[in-house]
Structure formats: structure tokens, C-alpha cells
């Protein structure tokens, strides 16, 4: 396993630059696999950014703890119970902003943020996320599936940064045109 | 004569409990700490774990006029040209001793640390080390932490009070020199379990392990959880060897049992089927372990590796049971090693992947058709079949093809039917004229014995307008 990690790291790994930031292990497997797939799909990989991861661990929780993505607010949604502005955000997209805003409201990240977000809802309470289900749910979602490998219209997007984030059974990803 | 007898009974029980009780304290280690930092500086995400960021920012701003540094290069360098990365590194590190310099131990016998080193790359890196030592006073660093280790220190022992330590030489056979050192590493992200061995043939034998929770104060946090890793890790000491020696005979096996299961095996980051073999045989060995300890975990721990991807881990488990009740016939596991290829050798992956998957749970209904137009609104149920009985405590529902803004709302009362365990029935309410997506990934539904279901269930469809 470490021979092979080595040469994933070393075609990758050197070229990270990952201060500051903290990852649990699942959170780091999801990274893994996020990168290992975009290499698969002959893509570069995505510096790991601490200001989205600090974005997405932060709004995983949100979603778990205080469930803003209730009624026609969606998983986008922030609750009004931190240290940012609330926001629903609803199917027609009227919010994107708000959400492109988010890393430079709680972080010094200047750019844009998008995330994709996903979610398990069962038994036994908390059900949690973990990093295969979560990849696997965005690879079935072209929508999604279109952020992580940049096609459709993501195609002109240059990926520099990215923040993982998962609490409970919420997983939640970064991404940002701007390097960090 | 009373007197005697109490001296006697004294001795007599203090003998038996140091005979049953080997302490063994965890620490921060000055080598390991020493080598994480300079594979950190190096820009190793391996050891680039900063759980705890104040003693990461004190590290990397102590080295930060270093980084150029003759060992910082050279390091770099024998990464990328040996795979020095990952647990060739905590290999290196346990085979130091650092008194006035830092020097190999002298009782380890030659050529045992981990073969991606070579004995004129071992020799230079050691120059350097010291140099880099001396020049960054890398000790007056560790010593000013001291404190700081000790409290993690203080709170690893509770994970350590009930492994038996005395199993492993007995179980293996395999003489030990009664010394198992479990180290903290501060600064790595992973686990390792390297070892010494001896020139007299004994083990010395490490549980080398990250830190990944804290508490607000930023003092390391340490589960009980964390027991079944060290135990992992002190097996690999006992094992990778043992495949090694028999790896030309397991190879081709190997291969085939490796194919079937790439993609699971990739999604624990095990590449080769090497490392599989190697895995395979410490996760036989730690269910042995269990066995013996907490029989009630045994069939938990065989279902987990069995999904994992470790196809013949039943078998080989079964195996490991013989050996243990015949070890008048083999004192150590080396000598039982055929045996394992012979089993190996006569077995079928692809029977056992059939095996394994007609054991795992299967979607075989769904109440309501995938596409489905003109679905009734207001609280709906939709109802999942399984083809056998199922564990009714587990449940997950997730997001579908379309994503978060199509997902419904789902009321309490889901659940599962109570007398067939064959039936899931999610309830729901759904708004008029509303496309939703939604889906039933099989690794939260579990049968009765524990085993997942294979795939995911996709629903998408549209309710019926007002």
C-alpha cells in the first residue's frame, strides 16, 4: 500500500502545498480519491486549499447540527446559527452568489467558491458519510460528476484549490479558480 | 516459618503477574519525531499531518532557514529515486539511537531495514542527519515539547492496558526480546508497524501511530478504538516477513484473487498484490488474535474483511485454527507456511467472489418504477424488497442522479417491515407536479449477518400535478 501511495504522492504530492489545514483520515481518503480519479480521467490534481477545507468542514456541520436544507432550501443552504450570513439557496439558483461569496465571507480566500454537497439519511442516528459513498454518489450525478473531472460546463474551469469537508452524514467539497 | 510461607506466597504471585504483564508505555519518540521532521520539511504528504496546529507552525517556522538544506535535498532526492516515503522511513527511524550522535543500534543484525534503503544510502543519510541535527539543534526542540509529549503520552496508556503482548511471540512462535514500544508520531498521518530484528534472531517490535483528534486545549485524543490497530500493526512485524520468504509461491495466486477486487482494494489504497498478501495475512492473524480474546468480535471481523475484498480470509482464518491446535507439530508459523500456500493455491477466486456475493444482501423490488410519471403527492410510501432478511437497525437514503434540490422529505416513520426483515418502506411527502431523485446505496443496508448490499438503487421519477 505505502509503495503505491508513494508513487500517487509523488506524481502529485510534492506540488501540494498544505499548510495549515487538517483533514480527518476520511477526509483525506476523499481528497485521495477525488485526485486518483481526476488522474484517471487525465486531469491535474487540485492543490489542497486550508481556507475551502476550513469552508467545508464548517458547512458540513452546519447542515448536520442545525439542518438548513430544509423545505425548498437545499443542501447550498447556510442556517442562521453561526458566524456568517444565513442563506436559503433554492432550486432556480438565485443564491449562487451567495454562495460563490462564502470562502471570502469566512476566510481570506479571495475567489469564488462551488460546492457540491451530499447527504445519507438513515438508521442508526447519526448515519455517517464516508468518503466511497460520497464519490460514488457525485460519479452518478452528472451534474456533479461534471465539477470533479471539468466537462460539460465546468470544461473551462481550471481547478486550484480545493476543501473537503464531511460531518456525520454530510460530505461537502470546494472548489476555487484561485490558488491559495 | 509462617514468615516463609507469606515470602514464599509473595514471590510466588509477583512472579506470576510479571510473567502474564509486559508494561509497555507509549511515547513521542526523539527518532521518529526527528525523522517525520525532516520528510515533513521535505514536502512528504505523508507526514504532513497538522492536526495539531500549534506544534506543526512551531515545527515548520523552527526548520523554515533549512529547507534548502543539504539532508532537506538529499532526502527529496532518494524519494523520488527509492520510494523512500511512508514506512521505509519509520523503518530507518527505529534503527537509530541518538546519545551524543545519532548512530545505528548496535544489536540489529544487517540489511534489515526496509529494503528500499541500501547500505551506502543508510550510511549518507546518517552523515547528514547528524549534520542537519547538530546545525538545527533539532533537540533542543524536542526537549522544549517535553511536557506536551507527556501529556499524550499520559493519555495513550488507557488503549494500551488491555493488549495482551505476551500473544504474539507465543501465537507465532517466534522468539522475542519481550520489547514492544508503541510510538506517538505527531507529525505523520499514518500508522506503521516496523521492527528490529536482532542479530540473535529475537523482534523488537513497534506500533508506530498518527495523531488525528484533539481536544480544544490541542492535547492528542486517543480512542479505544485505536486497539485493533496496534494490534494490527505489531502483526505486520510477525508476517511481512513470512510472505516474503514464500512471495514467488503466492504470487500468481495472488494476482488472480487481486483482480476481481482492484477497486476495492484501490479504495483502501492498496495497490499491489503484495501489499494484499501482506494485509491478508495480518488480518487473518489479528482475528486470530480476537479469537482468543473477545471470540464475540471473530464474526464481525470476518464479514468486515470479507467485504474489504479479502476473498479467502474465512479460508485462511479457518487455516490459522489448525495451526493453533497442532503446534506440537509446528512451533512457528514460518514452518505452517506451505500449508497456507497448499490452501492458496487450491482455491478459485471466482468461486469465492460468487460465494461472497450470493452472501450479500440484494435489492430485488422496488414499489414504485425508476422513471416513473404521475406518482400520487402528499405523503407517499415507496417500498424496497430484498431477497433475504436483513438487518432491520440499518437504513441510509442519499441523494439520487439529479442531486441535493431533488431529494424529498422523509417522515419518521420509515422503516422496516418487523416479521419478513425483507421489506424497507420510506415515507415521504412530495409536492405536485415535482421531479425528485433519490437513492439506496447498499452499504447501508446490511443482511442479518452483517453483510452489505451490493450496488446502489437509484429512484428517480415525478409526482402527478395538482
Known amino acids: ?180 | 516459618m509462617k514468615k516463609y510461607f507469606i515470602l514464599l506466597a509473595y514471590l510466588v504471585i509477583s512472579m506470576t503477574v510479571s510473567a502474564q504483564t509486559v508494561r509497555v508505555k507509549a511515547v513521542v519518540d526523539e527518532r521518529t519525531e526527528l525523522l517525520s521532521a525532516v520528510f515533513r520539511t521535505v514536502g512528504a504528504e505523508e507526514y504532513r499531518n497538522n492536526t495539531l496546529k500549534k506544534y506543526t507552525s512551531e515545527l515548520d517556522s523552527y526548520l523554515l532557514e533549512f529547507k534548502q538544506d543539504t539532508l532537506i535535498r538529499y532526502a527529496r532526492q532518494i524519494r523520488k529515486s527509492n520510494g523512500i516515503a511512508f514506512d521505509a522511513i519509520m523503518s530507518y527511524a527505529v534503527h537509530l539511537e541518538i546519545t551524543d550522535s545519532i548512530r545505528f543500534i548496535s544489536q540489529y543484525k544487517p540489511g534489515t531495514i526496509d529494503e528500499r534503503w541500501n547500505p551506502e544510502m543508510e550510511q549518507h543519510f546518517l552523515d547528514l542527519l547528524n549534520e542537519f541535527y547538530i546545525k538545527t539543534n533539532f533537540h533542543n526542540f524536542y526537549t522544549s515539547h517535553a511536557n506536551f509529549y507527556t501529556e499524550a503520552e499520559y493519555r495513550f496508556q488507557d488503549v494500551l492496558k488491555d493488549v495482551d503482548y505476551e500473544w504474539f511471540p507465543e501465537f507465532f512462535g517466534v522468539k522475542s526480546d519481550g520489547s514492544f514500544s508503541v510510538i506517538i508520531s505527531l507529525l505523520n498521518r499514518g500508522n506503521y508497524g516496523p521492527s528490529i530484528l536482532n542479530a540473535d534472531g529475537s523482534k523488537k517490535v513497534y506500533s508506530i501511530n498518527g495523531v488525528y483528534r484533539t481536544d480544544s486545549l490541542e492535547i492528542p485524543i486517543f480512542g479505544k478504538g485505536l486497539e485493533p490497530i496496534i494490534i494490527h500493526e505489531f502483526t505486520h512485524s510477525f508476517t511481512n516477513h513470512l510472505v516474503n520468504l514464500y512471495t514467488d509461491q503466492l504470487i500468481k495466486k495472488g494476482k488472480k484473487f487481486f483482480k476481481p477486487v482492484q477497486s476495492i482494494m484501490a479504495q483502501q489504497a492498496y495497490g499491489t498484490v503484495q501489499t494484499m498478501l501482506y494485509e491478508i495475512m495480518v488480518r487473518s492473524c489479528v482475528i486470530q488474535y480476537y479469537k482468543d480474546h473477545d471470540s464475540s468480535m471473530v464474526q464481525k471481523y470476518l464479514t468486515d474483511e470479507l467485504s474489504n475484498g479479502f476473498l479467502w480470509i474465512k479460508e485462511l482464518y479457518g487455516l490459522l485454527n489448525v495451526y493453533d491446535n497442532n503446534r506440537a507439530q509446528y512451533a512457528t508459523l514460518e514452518q505452517f507456511m506451505p500449508e497456507i500456500v497448499k490452501l492458496q493455491k487450491s482455491l478459485s477466486p471466482r468461486k469465492l467472489k460468487r460465494e461472497y456475493e450470493k452472501q450479500c444482501g440484494a435489492f430485488v423490488g422496488l414499489s414504485i418504477r425508476d422513471g416513473s410519471d404521475e406518482v400520487p403527492y402528499d405523503t407517499v410510501k415507496i417500498t424496497v424488497t430484498f431477497a433475504q432478511p436483513m438487518n432491520i437497525g440499518t437504513y441510509g437514503i442519499s441523494y439520487g442522479k439529479k442531486g441535493e434540490s431533488f431529494f424529498p422529505k422523509f417522515l419518521e416513520q420509515s422503516g422496516w417491515d418487523p416479521e419478513t426483515k425483507t421489506k424497507f418502506t420510506a415515507t415521504m411527502v412530495l409536492e405536485p407536479g415535482k421531479s425528485y431523485s433519490l437513492c439506496f446505496p447498499g452499504q447501508f443496508f446490511l443482511t442479518k449477518t452483517g453483510f452489505p448490499v451490493e450496488g446502489i438503487l437509484y429512484l428517480d421519477f415525478n409526482t402527478a400535478k395538482k
Open chain 1, 1 to 180: 500500500m505505502k509503495k503505491y501511495f508513494f508513487w500517487v504522492f509523488l506524481t502529485f504530492g510534492l506540488l501540494f502545498s498544505t499548510f495549515g489545514q487538517t483533514l480527518s483520515p476520511e477526509e483525506q481518503k476523499l481528497y485521495d480519491l477525488i485526485m486518483q480519479y481526476r488522474r484517471e480521467m487525465g486531469l491535474p490534481p487540485i492543490p489542497l486549499s486550508p481556507s475551502l477545507t476550513f469552508v467545508a468542514k464548517t458547512h458540513a456541520k452546519d447542515l448536520a447540527e442545525n439542518r438548513p436544507d430544509q423545505g425548498s432550501c437545499n443542501a447550498h443552504s447556510w442556517s442562521d446559527k453561526g458566524n456568517w450570513t444565513p442563506m436559503c439557496y433554492s432550486d432556480d439558483h438565485k443564491q449562487k452568489e451567495k454562495m460563490w461569496s462564502k470562502p471570502s465571507e469566512l476566510t481570506n480566500y479571495k475567489g469564488k467558491g462551488f460546492e457540491i454537497v451530499t447527504m445519507v439519511y438513515g438508521r442508526p442516528t447519526p448515519v455517517y458519510m464516508n468518503a466511497t459513498m460520497a464519490i460514488k454518489s457525485w460519479k452518478g450525478s452528472s451534474s456533479h460528476n461534471a465539477v470533479i473531472i471539468n466537462s460539460g460546463m465546468w470544461k473551462s474551469s481550471k481547478w486550484q484549490a480545493i476543501g473537503i469537508g464531511i460531518y456525520k452524514g454530510y460530505a461537502c467539497v470546494w472548489f476555487g479558480e484561485e490558488a491559495e
